[in-house]
């Protein structure tokens, strides 16, 4: 959890808001992926980055890696975005990834 | 889509004994990952493979021994048990054709007694 730090550490959102996750590197990091682990603790590949930003539906996430670090906007929250949403960098292309300790976001009706 | 299969689901094992986690990916992916899960830690990586009949250190490999000898199969080890190794097993592919993004299973949870 050191070398990847994410924020907030637990959220909850009324159906229909937005929200915004953080993770901040403190390797140089090269790469960059986002996982849900929904409540039946499936884990789930949402993006894979590098420096940039990509979109897919409700999602978008960023990787700045000057900067060294990622965000994953949340639009328009549904009951089944709930679940802990982790995000993991590569540091080096090695194929080696190192996790946060996740965002566990609840969204309310 | 990837398809990673881990056996057991569940597991009880006795301080001292033998245990074996084994997954298989139908992916063709050259990378496969054993990580562990527990609280307050999130994911940790405990071994990890390039391919067939390689494996590497992880971050918290003691106690671990892992096995890849195919590219589909890829196994975790416990000699000797012991409770501290209680967790949730997570294993992975990746390497794709264009990115190494990773697949799970579903994960094997671990009591040691």
């Known amino acids: 959890g050191d070398k990847v730090k994410q924020s907030p550490s637990a959220l909850s959102l009324q159906e229909g808001t937005n929200s915004a996750l953080r993770c901040n590197f403190s390797i140089a990091a090269t790469t960059v992926q986002w996982f849900l682990q929904n409540p039946r603790g499936s884990l789930i590949n949402l993006f894979y980055l590098v420096p940039g930003t990509k979109e897919n539906g409700r999602l978008k996430s960023a990787f700045d890696s000057k900067e060294s670090y990622s965000t994953l906007h949340i639009r328009d929250a549904q009951l089944e975005d709930s679940g802990t949403y982790f995000c993991a960098a590569d540091g080096g292309n090695t194929g080696k990834l190192i996790f946060g300790l996740g965002t566990t976001l609840q969204v309310q009706p | 889509e990837a398809a990673v299969t881990q056996s057991p689901r569940n597991k009880v094992a006795v301080t001292g004994g033998k245990v074996t986690l084994s997954c298989n990916q139908t992916?063709?992916?050259?990378?496969m990952y054993w990580y562990r899960q527990d609280t307050g830690h999130g994911l940790r990586l405990i071994h990890y493979s390039y391919g067939a009949g390689s494996t590497e250190k992880g971050d918290i490999p003691d106690g671990y021994k892992a096995s890849r000898p195919s590219q589909e199969n890829f196994s975790l080890i416990l000699e000797l048990a012991t409770p501290s190794q209680t967790s949730v097993y997570f294993c992975?592919?990746?390497?794709?054709?264009?990115?190494?993004?990773?697949?799970f299973g579903a994960g094997t949870r671990l009591s040691v007694l």
């Open positions: 992916n063709n992916h050259n990378n």
């Open positions: 992975a592919s990746g390497g794709g054709t264009t990115q190494n993004t990773l697949y």
